[in-house]
């Protein structure tokens, strides 16, 4: 069905950071008025950002890929934290970003014990005839570390880094700025549609015509008129375009909220931290991003379990939190002392045929049809540039703000 009079049907497929980027963005677009639906399906029973978008680091960086979006997401990224008071409402702000090398020790005392707190107090108080300041600044300078990054164990550093320019690197909290991209949305007339899977999508003539779905609650199969269609369902995208070259891999992790009193200043460090384990060394490389508010959001590496059905079929392996918790502590007394507040895990969706993520009209496949999914770890960092460029092509008729030639979805699919 042909949009009629500037009369359009969206549906959106995913109210994870893409969808509802996408949906945002589409209802801030000059064209945008009564006569444009919006709709977004979402599987999860329990709303928006079950998935990667509310269980990610929230990492924004110009250093990113591909460059095609990340140059355009990251000054979108200013410019919604400006008007929107993204720094209260997502969490948004500038970190420092570097890399830390050290050795791991265990702990030696329980998390969150006064026994603990005694001896950090007592360690501090041992000045040897020495200068504490002078002495702890020579060392610290002679390891790279930066002055304020004292929440990580010194005496135990190797070598800090910085891996980006001030300004370069950002945050935000992901399932916040998710949720806010939707409301905002919603405020402006998008629908979600919660415990509804997408199964297929019909067309006509070459053109996409609507969205099959199942409603989860009533085990009913429904069928939704569109004019546009995109999809934008993660790592879950294949089910409903099976030719997608996109696979999905595992990803745990957990946060810690310090102990109260405690600061962590803004880095985000990716480790390299030498364990002794019995008797044999172990190299492991957990990334921690410290968080507004004194939390801090620690992840491992990612594994090829089977995906499920849905988002919320995701399974967490206990083991694989408490590892990351025991090697992230194991270079910070302050974590130690911390309480963690979550252990999740989520699919995060990856281009195998090479690239990605891959964005734009699937004209080969058909005509109102778009895909936005394969963003890997950068999601939330690419989410604004790729909802921009969908929007500017499902209203303009073109992209205007990037040149996406490697991201078409002509090349993959």
Known sequence: MDPVDGARSIVIIGAGIIGCSTAYYL?????????????????SVHGPAQGASGKAGGLIAKWAYPKELVDLSFSEHVRLAEEHNGTDRWGWRYVNCGSWEGRGEP????????VGRGGRRKSLEKTLGLDPAAESSRARQSKGLPDDLLWVKEHVTESYSPMAPPGATAQVHPYLFTTSMLDLAREAGAELISAAKAVSITQSGGRVTGVIYQDLASQSTL???ATHVVVAAGAWSPSIIPRLPISATRAHSLTIQAAPGTTIAPYV???EIMLQEGGRRKRVSPEIYARPGNEVYACGPGDDSPIPETVDGVQVDEGACESI???VTSISTELSLGTVNARQACFLPIVSAGGGPIVGPAENLAHGLY?????????????PGTAKVLTEHIMDGRIRSANLKKLD?????
């Open 223 to 225: 069928e939704i008129p």
């Open 371 to 383: 895909i936005a999914a394969g963003h890997t770890c950068w999601g939330i960092c690419n989410a």
């Open 409 to 413: 979805p002509s090349r993959f699919t």
């Open 107 to 114: 702990s030696t005392t329980e998390t969150g014990s006064e």
């Open 325 to 327: 918790r025991k090697h």
């Open 269 to 271: 460090l990716f480790t």
């Open 27 to 43: 209802t801030r677009h000059p064209a945008f008025s009564s006569a444009t639906s919006i709709r977004i399906l979402e599987a």
